[in-house]
């Protein structure tokens, strides 16, 4: 299967505040980790990997489309790497391009090529209200609050995404027990403030079900 990428996506009104306050959070927990080899599934614009490759941060890119000048041209699918190749996998708003039902064989592979950790972020489209003050001698607090929905809406294929967290049929629930049943342990997962559509998952390799 050859997912079709249109590049003029990551050079028209992409790069917003809130995404590049994602993209600190994909660094941040890059550096948490303190991996010493990293693997990036799905170059995008390339920020993450230049930024880190800059830092001396060893990292490879994969992708599917050569004009993105991945390090090695490849499908999420089949990973040409041997098992528990890198300490790190990271893949950041990738797998919601693939139709739901190859999930699970898109997991498996980086938790096949993973030897530590996985950190993913996929879009969610639940409703939040974005809750931020000041106060003096206590400082800033910052919440997304949950805004409730009578009935969740189906998503229709839009030339990008298959299907996304919080629509009919794919509750959040849903996606983290697919991801625990591979052999993930979920350590944490949030939301970025700034771009709430955005929600990380912080995952730690144990051993598959039976």
């Not at 000041?134 to 400082?139: F, R, T, Y």
């Not at 409730?148 to 030339?159: A, C, I, M």
């Not at 996606?175 to 342990?185: A, K, M, R």
């Amino acid at each position: 299967m050859r997912l079709q990428v249109d590049r003029t996506h990551y050079y028209s009104n992409y790069d917003t505040k809130g995404r590049f306050c994602s993209y600190w959070h994909q660094i941040q927990e890059i550096m948490l980790l303190k991996p010493k080899k990293i693997l990036e599934t799905g170059i995008g614009n390339s920020f993450v990997s230049k930024y880190l490759k800059e830092r001396e941060v060893n990292i490879t890119t994969l992708d599917i489309d050569e004009k993105l000048n991945p390090d090695i041209m490849s499908t999420v699918l089949d990973l040409p790497f041997i098992d528990e190749f890198f300490d790190l996998v990271v893949c950041y708003e990738v797998l919601e391009h693939l139709p739901y039902n190859k999930f699970n064989k898109a997991i498996s592979e980086i938790y096949r090529v993973s030897k530590s950790h996985v950190v993913l972020s996929l879009p969610d489209v639940n409703r939040v209200y974005r809750f931020n003050i000041q106060i003096p001698k206590i400082g800033e607090i910052k919440r997304l609050i949950p805004l409730p929905t009578l009935r969740k809406s189906v998503h229709s294929f839009d030339g990008q995404h298959y299907w996304e967290i919080g629509r009919a049929g794919y509750p959040l629930k849903k996606i983290i027990e697919d991801i625990e049943c591979i052999g993930f342990n979920l350590e944490r997962t949030y939301r970025v403030f700034e771009m709430p559509y955005h929600r990380f998952f912080i995952l730690k390799r144990l051993k598959r079900c039976a």
